[in-house]
């Protein structure tokens, strides 16, 4: 092998050398021609692969902007190139194709479905076409099913019968779809999401109506079935209407006892009870009303009305006149006989006479409004009804200002109802809040029930009580507090003072026998006795010598000492 390689590579070089230079560039031009086409190819296959979403372009810039923007609701990544709308892979844009049919954004001249069913080999039969296109489109509408929220599985039957020649022949197109739900989906129950299921099969099936379309849940029940369920969407209706008619009672009973309670605070009015009865029927009305034509505005700036009106104005008439004049006619029935004509008729036969007849027709104009109107829901009458209740003042005695108590040993209170003013303010601030109409059968109920605030007041007084036994206790407290610091300090000064008077007297003793001593001593001096001290007084004399030689070299010392002394006893 190596040999091969050593002989293919001296021939390649041999070739090199003896080629032409129009040779040596064209093997350099395929090489570099095969580089390229190899980079190329490694370039589009590293590419990530797309998926068009529908296999037609949207020429419609606003259905186009409508389409990705629920795309992006969905927060689906998508591009747009040349009308095409551009997903990662197949999965996604099956998804998105249900989703788009199922709320109708698909414009009627794109193909939502994949074209493949469609094409047809040269050796394919109609009957073999026809299978195949049958299965492979209920394959297409499975598959699409399945992409939705909440379906596990979708079993998919399509009939599609023989072209027959006379139209009475033709059986019509049916479909069967059974939904195997995931635990906990809502799909069955949820109206919108079925009638987007089933825009979707019926734009997939070419022929396929409404009535022969059967869409079943895995039990075998037909969920849509919606004029069975008319009942079902009638109650349904009813619950949101009555949902809607609790809410707006729910704000206007805030609203109103929001404002009562900061004026009357929350302890007089505690009760507010609002009923709304709503007209749902929607009505239409015609109605036209004439009125006069203005000839001239009133002048804002004159203290009186100075506009001119009309009932109508001409605009065009006709007079029209007719002149007879001749011999009277008064006929008498057949020849042969006799006349009916009353006399006084017929005494005037043959009479000359002339007639002036003069007749005018006018047309009139005058101001014509007519309105279509188609009544929205309203309120049909509000019923309002709220209790306010009165203030109780306690009595104090004027003398002492203290709580006057009754006969049981309860605070005396007296009670003050609201005057009439008040509940008037009250029913007048209701009745502007709900738009009270009298004619439409508005009730504004305004009470002053007195509330019952016996446990209320046995709670005030109890805890009245309370703090007074609390202070009295506190007080004997510290008075007993008190008392034992006075005791405690008495004490104190009285042990104080009888030391003090204990060491006076020690001191003056022990001064009187130091004195006695002295002078004993002196004594025997003068005597001419020999005195010899013992060794505890002489010991005792060298200390107040000494002591009293430190007091006069070190005064503050002494002072300090002696200061010391005092504080510790």
């Not at 008439?317 to 006619?329: H, I, L, R």
């Not at 109409?437 to 009580?465: C, H, P």
């Not at 004993?520 to 007084?537: I, N, R």
Request: overall charge negative; charged content about 30%.
């Amino acid at each position: 092998m190596n040999e091969w390689l050593k002989k293919l590579t001296e021939r390649v070089k041999n070739l090199w050398k003896n080629g032409k230079p129009i040779q040596k560039v064209i093997i350099i031009g395929v090489i570099a021609v095969i580089i390229i086409a190899v980079v190329s190819a490694a370039k589009v296959s590293s590419k990530p692969t797309t998926v068009k979403v529908f296999t037609q372009a949207i020429s419609d810039p606003d259905t186009l902007t409508k389409i990705t923007d629920r795309i992006d609701e969905e927060h689906i990544p998508c591009s747009v190139q040349d009308g095409y709308i551009i997903v990662e892979d197949e999965r996604t844009a099956r998804k998105l194709q249900t989703l788009l049919v199922s709320e109708n954004l698909v414009p009627s001249y794109v193909q939502p479905f994949s074209a493949a069913i469609f094409k047809r080999d040269w050796s394919t039969t109609d009957a073999d076409q026809l299978m195949k296109m049958n299965k492979e489109l209920q394959n297409e509408v499975r598959n699409m099913i399945i992409t939705i929220d909440g379906i596990r599985d979708a079993k998919v039957v399509i009939v599609r019968p023989e072209d027959k020649l006379f139209a009475a022949d033709q059986r019509p197109v049916s479909a069967s779809v059974t939904l195997f739900l995931n635990s906990g989906s809502d799909f069955a129950s949820n109206r919108r999401r079925i009638l987007g299921l089933q825009r979707l099969i019926l734009s997939a099936v070419e022929g396929l109506t409404e009535d022969n379309l059967v869409i079943t849940n895995s039990q075998g029940e037909q969920i849509n079935d919606f004029e069975g369920m008319a009942e079902s969407d009638r109650i349904d209706l009813v619950a949101k209407q009555q949902k809607n008619i609790n809410k707006m009672e729910i704000q206007m009973t805030a609203d109103i006892l929001t404002t009562l309670q900061g004026i009357f605070t929350e302890d007089r009015i505690r009760n507010l009870n609002v009923k709304l009865e709503m007209d749902y029927s929607q009505k239409t009305i015609d109605s036209t009303k004439y009125s006069p034509i203005v000839r001239k505005e009133d002048n804002p700036d004159t203290p009186y009305d100075d506009s001119d009106y009309v009932d109508y104005l001409p605009i065009s008439s006709q007079t029209v006149t007719n002149e007879w004049q001749g011999t009277g006619y008064n006929p008498e029935g057949p020849a042969g006989v006799e006349g009916q004509t009353p006399p006084v008729y017929s005494d005037m036969s043959n009479v000359i006479g002339r007639s002036t007849q003069t007749g005018v027709t006018q047309n009139n104009v005058i101001n014509t409004t007519t309105t279509h109107e188609v009544s929205a829901p309203k309120p049909e009458k509000w019923s309002v009804s709220v209790n306010v209740d009165g203030v109780w003042k306690k009595s104090k005695d004027p003398k002492t200002g203290q709580w006057e108590f009754d006969e049981f040993g309860a605070i005396k209170r007296t009670y003050v109802e609201p005057t009439q003013a008040e509940l008037d303010s009250v029913r007048s601030y209701i009745e502007g809040a709900i738009g009270y109409n009298r004619s439409r059968g508005d009730i504004v109920s305004v009470t002053a029930l007195q509330i019952d605030r016996t446990k209320q007041f046995e709670e005030e007084d109890a805890a009245y009580f309370a703090a007074i036994q609390r202070r009295r206790t506190i007080i004997l407290v510290l008075v007993s507090i008190a008392v034992i610091l006075v005791g405690f300090i008495l004490f104190r000064i009285i042990s104080k003072e009888m030391e003090r008077r204990r060491r006076e007297r020690e001191a003056r003793l022990l001064a009187e026998q130091q004195a006695a001593r002295e002078r004993a001593l002196w004594e025997a001096k003068d005597e001419g006795m020999d005195v010899t001290m013992s060794v505890e007084e002489t010991r005792r004399m060298e200390l107040q010598e000494n002591a009293v030689a430190m007091a006069k070299e070190h005064p503050e010392d002494v002072a300090m000492l002696i200061r010391t002394w005092l504080m510790e006893e």
